[in-house]
Each structure stands twice: as structure tokens, then as C-alpha cells.
């Protein structure tokens, strides 16, 4: 049998090497060969379930709600139109005020119906109808046969900044830094192969992790890459609910009032290596859809 060192399993599983020691330490991961004060982990071991996940937002309960949700009678055509109009509505509000933009949601709701708002700059209108019309496209490719490569995440960011015809759709060509980051974006020569690289790493997670804890994860690496001079955070959050409706989920959307949040997750895993805020962050937000699509179904 192959084993490797806490250091390697550290970067596979996207946890510190301290919680690593811990787990072995605990006899959590089968097969742990200890010498002296090194640990040797079996290669082909599964990640141990995190405790530290609360128990109203477990794996186990959002599992069995999503497969509750999949036994009961499907939504009308008209119903599923409603809902996906006021989900995104909702969605682009808060993914594009996280950035900056400063249109309400009421604004937000007439931009998407055609109106112009006075007093309100035309870039905030074209980042709300590039963010629907990528939501859109994420909906029509999440029901295809579609690889998930660097091309999709490419067209996805080309919609998000269709105001930006110079910038859209291809990396960075300069350095940048993220104000107050605990991580520096990598060079624009090593964007590509670090694209490259995350997509391989997020196929191999795919049987050691679960859904959320992977999704989690890419999304806190694919920021702290930062391809794009700008419309990363939307296109992330973009990639996350493709990757969540692809697996049976419903959509997300990270509330602007939860910004703080948001950004002290990145702030956990890029200075202590810790995955589980960012975890916790989208599980809560996964559990709370279900249940609002379960209550919906349940009272038809």
C-alpha cells in the first residue's frame, strides 16, 4: 500500500496539516501508520466526516432532503419559470452589490424588465443583465452533458462583464492584489496552468469529498487564483451554482447582508487553511433552499 505524508493529505483534502495531526491522533482515518512522531496516511484514504459542521446543517440532513425533494411531484413548467425569475432577481441583487453595485433590488428587478433607472451609472445596468443572462446560461448548460473546463468559466465571465468587451472572457494580463487579503492572486503567467491544475484537483475530490465540502473548496481556491482583472466574485458564485445544480441542489444565493461573512471564510482558509466557514457558509445556504422547495411541494 501507498502512503503519504500528513503534508500531502493536507493539500488533497484542503485542510491544515494541524487538523490532520488531530484526526490521526483520534485514530479518525483508517490505516494510519505512526513512527515516533510522523504519521503515515494511507494514499487512498477518505476524508473523515468533519465534526465541526453544526448539526442543523449536516451532510446527512441536507442529503436526505435533497432526496425527499427528488421523490415528490415535480414543479410545473409555470411554477419552475416563477420561481427561477424571483430566485435570480434576488441572485443578481446580492452577487453584484457584494461588488459594488449600487442598485436596490427593486432597481435590480425593473433593470431585468428593461427600464432604465435615473441617476443610476449605466455600468451598474449592464452588470445586472450580463449577471442574468450568465445565470441563464449556467441554468441552460447545467441540464447538458457539458465538460466543466476553463472554456466554460471563460464564457460564463464573457456574460458577467459584457460591458467590459476588452476584458471579457480572458485572464488577467497584469499582477493584482486584493485589498486586506490574506492571499496574493498568482502571476498572470501562471493563471492558466493554475486553472488547469484546480480543474484536475476538483475531479479528483469528487470521490474523497463531499458535494459541498468540494464546491466549498474550489471556490475559495478558484478567488485566490483571481483569473479575471475584474468580475472574479460574480463569476465564482456563478461556477458554485452550476456545480450545485449539476449535483441535484437548488441555486444559491449569498446575501449581501452576509458579506462579512463571506469574506472572513476566504480570510479562515488563506491565513489558518481552514475550508469549513466557507463549508458551513454554503451548507446553511443549501439546507434553507431545500427547505423552502420542500414546503412549497409538500402543501401542492
Known amino acids: 500500500m501507498e502512503y503519504v505524508k500528513i503534508s500531502k493529505m493536507a493539500e488533497k483534502w484542503g485542510i491544515s496539516a494541524r487538523r490532520i495531526r488531530m484526526l490521526c491522533a483520534e485514530e479518525k482515518i483508517p490505516g494510519v501508520i505512526r513512527k515516533g512522531n510522523l504519521y503515515m496516511i494511507p494514499a487512498d484514504a477518505q476524508k473523515p466526516v468533519d465534526g465541526r459542521l453544526s448539526n442543523a446543517n449536516s451532510y446527512a440532513e441536507i442529503e436526505t432532503k435533497k432526496q425527499k425533494l ?44 428593461g427600464i432604465t433607472i435615473d441617476q443610476k451609472p449605466m455600468k451598474d445596468h449592464l452588470e445586472a443583465v450580463g449577471h442574468r443572462d450568465a445565470f441563464l446560461y449556467v441554468q441552460k448548460i447545467a441540464a447538458k452533458e457539458i465538460e466543466f473546463s476553463e472554456y466554460v468559466i471563460k464564457n460564463i465571465h464573457s456574460l458577467v462583464l459584457m460591458n467590459r468587451p476588452e476584458d471579457k472572457g480572458t485572464y488577467r494580463r497584469i499582477p493584482v492584489r486584493i485589498m486586506g487579503a490574506y492571499t496574493m492572486p498568482v502571476q498572470p503567467y501562471m493563471i492558466e496552468p493554475k486553472m488547469s491544475e484546480l480543474l484536475i484537483k476538483n475531479e479528483e475530490r469528487k470521490p474523497i469529498m463531499s458535494d459541498i465540502e468540494r464546491i466549498a473548496l474550489f471556490h475559495l481556491e478558484f478567488e485566490g487564483i483571481h483569473p479575471f482583472i475584474d468580475g472574479n466574485g460574480r463569476t465564482g458564485r456563478l461556477i458554485m451554482n452550476l456545480d450545485l445544480i449539476r449535483n441535484g441542489y437548488p441555486p444559491i444565493n449569498v446575501k449581501f447582508t452576509d458579506r462579512k461573512r463571506y469574506y472572513e471564510a476566504f480570510d479562515a482558509y488563506y491565513r489558518d487553511n481552514d475550508s469549513m466557514p466557507m463549508t458551513n457558509l454554503i451548507a446553511e445556504y443549501v439546507n434553507a433552499r431545500l427547505d423552502e422547495y420542500l414546503a412549497i411541494l409538500e402543501v401542492r
Open 70 to 113: 427528488s421523490e415528490l411531484r415535480p414543479l410545473t413548467p409555470g411554477e419552475v419559470e416563477r420561481l427561477r425569475e424571483e430566485f435570480m432577481v434576488e441572485f443578481t441583487y446580492n452577487s453584484n452589490a457584494i461588488e459594488g453595485n449600487t442598485l436596490t433590488l427593486k432597481e435590480t428587478a425593473m433593470v431585468l424588465e
